[in-house]
């Protein structure tokens, strides 16, 4: 069974950093671990993904150059630095994971598995 839990979110003035964690089990075949943001009443985005198969990354344009993901496979940890923060970067985040053999839920960002969130605040 894949678990997925996520730490490091809080409350960060506007232009600091958070480095937010995702810690999984369970993977039997190659994945793609992503981070999600929900603003309530907002649909959820897509920020960032890797995969476990190339270490390949994606990043949405409006995290691009401010974020990185990163994966510690000894610890079985994804990481997502966040610096230059905005009150825009509000949201609850999430860590999701799919198989890559479920090739149209990579393409289309539908993942299985999903954490159960942290909260990220910034201030301005």
């Known amino acids: 069974e894949v678990q997925l839990v996520e730490s490091g979110g809080g409350l960060v003035q506007a232009g600091g950093s958070l480095r937010l964690s995702c810690a999984y089990s369970?993977?039997?075949?190659?994945?793609?671990i992503a981070w999600f943001r929900q603003v309530p009443g907002k649909r959820r985005e897509g920020v960032s993904r890797?995969?476990?198969?190339?270490?390949?990354?994606d990043y949405a344009r409006s995290v691009k150059g401010r974020f990185t993901i990163s994966s510690d496979t000894a610890k079985n940890t994804v990481y997502l630095q966040m610096n230059s923060l905005t009150p825009e970067d509000t949201a609850r985040y999430y860590c999701?994971?799919?198989?890559?053999?479920?090739?149209?839920?990579?393409?289309?960002?539908?993942?299985?598995?999903w954490g159960q969130g942290t909260q990220v605040t910034v201030s301005s």
């Open positions: 369970g993977f039997v075949d190659e994945y793609s």
């Open positions: 890797i995969s476990s198969a190339d270490g390949s990354t």
């Open positions: 999701a994971a799919v198989l890559l053999r479920n090739g149209l839920g990579v393409k289309t960002w539908q993942y299985d598995y």
